[in-house]
């Protein structure tokens, strides 16, 4: 399952934020000149909370919930869903699982009624659990034939390891194959508490009639033990994977950054600022002047736990030392000095980016959940701006400094033999 993003396009009111007396933390975002709304349920578990053994079961849990509950078959889940119109879905990331509607304003409490039911009371019947396990090992392998897939997962294991961080959201077949029924149960008895539940709508909704629904659904769970993500120490390497059957070197380079609870704005504007737009230097050099890549690009990858400057690309095999090197001299550059065009793009993209969350239901909900599970609050919107305005050249240009200081991790897939690679990005940044 996959999350689609909203469309709307004007501001959200203030939040309203109540805690239930088991700590489920219940979340409204009313917009009032919407007639849509989305609703979900966020639980902070996701592959990082996951032992070594059941890798996989987060995101198992995740399809199982749809397929039956004490009251409903997974037909009629499926049914009364489209019945009021609504997208019913769900994700897993690290460290969260998601289930959500999008719908009409008029139907949010039928809505969290529908997912209180999938979330709390599904039965997992075992019928169930072979056929979703196919369907998971057919993902599975649509995800191994995906290069980009396979180089961000060995770049997880170039970066962290053997540690929780560095685990596939999916697992793996041979943890697919063997699940079972108790093991699902167990990991909902432990997970799925209140402490680790934002219930959450937004759009064209009423808080209080949210509020009361989500006492009267959620408000028995037990509070079981919040879940917390261990720090992860960044290690640095090469993974590299020969693929059949494909011309290209598709590349994936990882350094270290802030994480969320760390200050993470400037880590979030550098890597913006390096890779985030077709004119940053990032593209410019490697693509418009250099031709050594159709696509390349960098983002920030950042949790509670880790923080990651991730720089994508699919070149040639002839051009791969060449496009490390180039990385390497303009990561330098960016640590010498602060272009201000470059530093006032990034920032305006930032802002840019912070505004639309706020004006979509989904993505507004979504980052109030993650505002809570991270910082135990939530953050009104002119905080986050004013976060960015105050990132300073300086501050942008110590984090390519601290970024030169790292083990770089470098994840790779081509069809042949990857040579020197490591040994010409780290040489370029030295």
Avoid: C, W
Avoid at 133 to 145: A, D, G, H, K
Avoid at 201 to 218: H, M, N, P, S
């Amino acid at each position: 399952m996959s999350n689609t993003p909203d469309t709307h396009s004007r501001p959200a009111a203030a939040p309203v934020l109540t805690t239930l007396d088991n700590g489920v933390r219940v979340v409204t975002i009313p917009m009032p000149h919407l007639r849509s709304a989305s609703v979900a349920v966020f639980v902070r578990t996701g592959s990082r909370n996951e032992s070594a053994k059941l890798n996989g079961i987060s995101h198992f849990l995740e399809h199982m919930a749809f397929k039956g509950t004490a009251t409903r078959d997974v037909q009629a889940i499926n049914l009364d869903a489209e019945r009021i119109g609504a997208d019913m879905n769900a994700y897993t990331s690290k460290d969260t699982t998601v289930y959500y509607l999008n719908g009409l304003g008029r139907d949010a409490t039928r809505m969290l009624e529908m997912l209180a039911d999938v979330v709390l009371h599904s039965t997992f019947p075992e019928a169930e659990i072979e056929r979703e396990r196919e369907v998971l090992l057919q993902e599975l392998i649509e995800y191994e034939e995906d290069p980009q897939s396979v180089v961000s997962q060995l770049l997880d294991v170039a970066a962290y390891g053997k540690q929780p961080l560095a685990r596939p959201i999916i697992g793996t077949k041979r943890h697919i194959e063997r699940i079972t029924r108790a093991d699902l149960v167990d990991y909902v008895r432990r997970h799925y508490a209140g402490a680790n539940v934002v219930v959450a709508a937004g759009g064209a909704v009423d808080a209080a009639q949210v509020e009361q629904a989500a006492e009267r659904l959620f408000g028995a769970l037990p509070r079981g033990e919040e879940n917390r993500g261990e720090a992860a120490e960044h290690l640095g390497g090469l993974q590299s994977r020969r693929r059949a059957g494909i011309s290209q070197v598709y590349s994936s380079i990882g350094l270290p950054l802030p994480t969320l609870k760390q200050g993470h704005q400037a880590g979030a504007l550098a890597a913006t600022l390096f890779g985030g737009g077709m004119s940053a230097p990032l593209v410019d050099e490697v693509r418009e002047r250099r031709g050594l890549a159709y696509h390349v690009a960098s983002e920030a990858e950042l949790s509670d736990v880790h923080g990651l400057l991730v720089i994508d690309a699919i070149t040639q095999p002839d051009k791969l030392l060449e496009y490390m090197r180039t990385v390497g001299a303009l990561l330098k550059q960016q640590a010498e000095g602060i272009a201000p065009q470059h530093l006032e793009r990034a920032r305006n993209q930032l802002l840019v980016q912070a505004v639309h969350k706020q004006e979509r239901p989904f993505s507004a909900i979504e980052a109030a959940a993650e505002q809570l599970f991270v910082h135990g609050r939530l953050i009104a919107a002119q905080e986050t701006v004013a976060q960015i305005e105050a990132v300073t050249a300086e501050d942008v240009r110590a984090v390519f400094e601290a970024v030169l200081k790292a083990s770089p991790a470098v994840g790779l897939a081509s069809r042949g033999a990857v040579g020197e690679v490591l040994q010409a990005l780290e040489s370029a940044l030295a």
